[in-house]
Structure formats: structure tokens, C-alpha cells
Nanobody
């Protein structure tokens, strides 16, 4: 019903930036929210950022000021701008959309930050 395609991951040096994209297609109606989780090796998946249909945003406390989530409704795409990246940001990043109260997940994209 809803398909998500992630892009933008890669390897970057500490202090660098990446922008992740999550493009949605299909039956995209009644979008409740969208966002990103990440999962580092040996750790639980954790919320990175979210954005509601009213464009209200929320971030993990440790990421405030470095990460910015945004949404382009005309392109059905959510973006995660990641600045001042740190090695501890290394993880697989998974985007998600909540559509009609059902969660859809992207395939994940690897972000690796070298020291």
C-alpha cells in the first residue's frame, strides 16, 4: 500500500554532513507522522526525529541542534539533514511513515562516521 525508499547514507568523516531522503509512494493519505529511527550494532532501535502532519518536530535530546527533519509534501519525501556528525552516530537509519495509524518502514541506509 505504501512503499518507502531511503537514500543518502554513506561514509563521512567526523564533523561532516549527510542528508537522508525517504520517498513515499502508494496510498499516501491521512499521514499522521513520519520520522527516523536508527540502530547501532548491539543496541535497540531508537527514535532520531519525527515530524507530524502539522510539521511539528521532535528530536532525541542528544541530537538537537545537529539534526533537522523536514518534509516536502509536493514530493512525498521526508529529509533528515545531519550535521556535525560524530562516530557515535554510526548506525543503520530507518525511515518510517505512519499512514492511517499504520507504520511503514524503509529498507534502512547505513551511515558510518569515521573518527
Amino acid at each position: 500500500q505504501v512503499q518507502l525508499v531511503e537514500s543518502g547514507g554513506g561514509l563521512v568523516q567526523a564533523g561532516g554532513s549527510l542528508r537522508l531522503s525517504c520517498a513515499a509512494s502508494g496510498s499516501i493519505f491521512s499521514v499522521n507522522a513520519a520520522g527516523w529511527h536508527r540502530q547501532a550494532p548491539g543496541k535497540q532501535r531508537e527514535l532520531v526525529a519525527s515530524i507530524t502532519s502539522e510539521f511539528s518536530t521532535k528530536y532525541a535530546d542528544s541530537l538537537k541542534g545537529r539534526f533537522t527533519i523536514s518534509r516536502d509534501n509536493t514530493k512525498n519525501t521526508v529529509y533528515l539533514q545531519m550535521n556535525s556528525l560524530k562516530p557515535e552516530d554510526t548506525a543503520v537509519y530507518y525511515c518510517w511513515w505512519c499512514v492511517s495509524s499504520r507504520a511503514y518502514w524503509g529498507q534502512g541506509t547505513q551511515v558510518t562516521v569515521s573518527s
